[in-house]
């Protein structure tokens, strides 16, 4: 299906409601099965949020927006249209969802390090009881540790010294930013493990904030410092648990240091490589890849230059910003409480995920969510069923994404689409506009 969506790019930009709605206002449907597979291993209440986030997006404030000449350029246009318009409103529910929801893993971490620890210490200011399980030949040496940490922070400040220059962030602010990283990464982790969610987007913000008043004026330094702080708090996250998964199949810890280290290293020549090539084969941003995370990095780094917001945005920000701090609120406070119903409380983050991405991104993933619900709820629970769900969803996201890299290089070698019959000017990839 992608291969032949490659040929036909209408495949994957079909006109939902009609060539008028699908060219002035976005609404295409990609009928995706990387995106079903996404959304079976999202699971239906997040894709529910995220759909959910989009029809008052797109369906409400975009137009909203357009016809009272708040947002006056071409609807998808990131800086003058509406969709940079209700980037702002996107941006505040996450800023409001993260920081709500890292409140009682603040404290919990303040109770644990300062309260607790009093118990666990004798009269002699020795510890009690030691946890560890595993013999010190299968565990990862501290001094490697200290010695890693240290060599890649120098290593980083250096090289984002060398490519950035003095006129784009200090290596002081540069070692600064990876320090807040790790400090914000124990707060995405431990966020993470008792809510299954990981606020990067929130914690990338605090980052960027804190370098808005160290180096006012630094956009450069802005994206740097919260880019570290986000990607930071991501990988603890995963690594979080891969290491959790290999500890309950007792792994050995100093093998799967060993994997993460040999998979880091050739991530970095992949990653660039593919990069690079997808770059000179597609329009970056474009409508294959729009990137609109990027968009939103750059307005709250502009926003705290330039303290300008588009016109009546900051009304929609504060209110929506009030209203998902009450839910937020709520849905910790569920979560936490381990209540039944936690889990139909819509998130923030997904919420604000529909504003982001047009129409074609949530709706698919909606699929995906309702065929998850609906297998469950035939089987009797994800207890009974399995994970056999998960692997066929896991086989839609590798499939596409293994084509994709096929689809790279007829386009590399200049064989382009057979047809781009059916297609709505520029909303279909690879096909002019």
């Keep these: 299906m992608t291969l032949a969506a490659y040929f036909f790019p209408v495949i994957f930009s079909l006109p939902l409601f009609g060539r008028y709605l699908a060219r002035q206002w976005l609404w295409t449907f990609t009928p995706s099965l990387s995106y079903v597979g996404q959304g079976i291993i999202m699971g239906f209440p997040t894709t529910l949020s995220m759909n959910l986030g989009m029809l008052v997006g797109w369906g409400i404030l975009s137009p909203l927006s357009k016809h009272k000449g708040w947002a006056p350029g071409p609807v998808g246009d990131m800086t003058s249209g509406a969709r940079g318009w209700i980037l702002w409103t996107s941006l505040a529910i996450m800023c409001t969802d993260s920081l709500v929801s890292l409140g009682p893993v603040i404290g919990e971490v303040i109770y644990t390090k300062l309260l607790k620890r009093a118990v666990s210490l004798g009269e002699d200011g020795e510890h009690k009881e030691d946890n560890e399980i595993e013999t010190d030949e299968r565990l990862v040496p501290m ?126 020549i992949v990653t660039a490589t593919a990069y690079t090539l997808y770059n000179r084969a597609y329009q970056i941003p474009g409508p294959s890849f729009p990137a609109p995370t990027a968009y939103v990095w750059l307005g709250l780094a502009r926003l705290l230059r330039d303290g300008e917001l588009p016109e009546k945005s900051n009304v929609f920000m504060m209110a929506f910003a009030i209203v998902f701090a009450l839910i937020a609120a709520a849905k910790t406070h569920a979560t936490l409480r381990h209540r039944w119903y936690a889990k139909w409380i819509p998130s923030g983050v997904a919420f604000a995920i529909g504003f982001l991405n047009t129409p074609s991104f949530s709706l698919a993933r909606l699929v995906g969510g309702f065929i998850e619900y609906l297998y469950y709820r035939r089987v009797g629970g994800q207890e009974k069923g399995g994970i056999k769900l998960i692997i066929i969803a896991s086989g839609f996201v590798l499939g596409e994404g293994v084509v994709s890299i096929i689809s790279l290089i007829l386009r590399t070698f200049g064989i382009g689409v057979a047809s781009c019959w059916g297609c709505v000017p520029g909303l279909c990839g690879g096909c002019p506009s």
């Design 143 to 268: 001094r490697w540790v200290l010695w890693g940490l240290g060599g890649s922070i120098t290593l980083g400040t250096l090289l984002v010294w060398m490519v950035f220059g003095n006129e784009g962030i200090k290596p002081w602010a540069t070692l600064l930013g990876f320090v807040m990283g790790g400090l914000l990464s124990v707060l995405g982790v431990r966020a993470l493990g008792e809510t299954d969610l990981n606020p990067v987007s929130g914690l990338g913000k605090i980052s960027q904030l804190f370098f808005a008043w160290i180096q006012p004026g630094n956009i450069v330094a802005n994206i740097i410092a919260g880019g570290v702080a986000e990607a930071g708090a991501q990988q603890a996250g995963d690594l979080m648990q891969d290491l959790k998964t290999g500890h309950l199949i007792r792994a050995s810890p100093r093998a799967q240091f060993y994997g993460q280290l040999i998979g880091s290293s050739l991530s970095i």
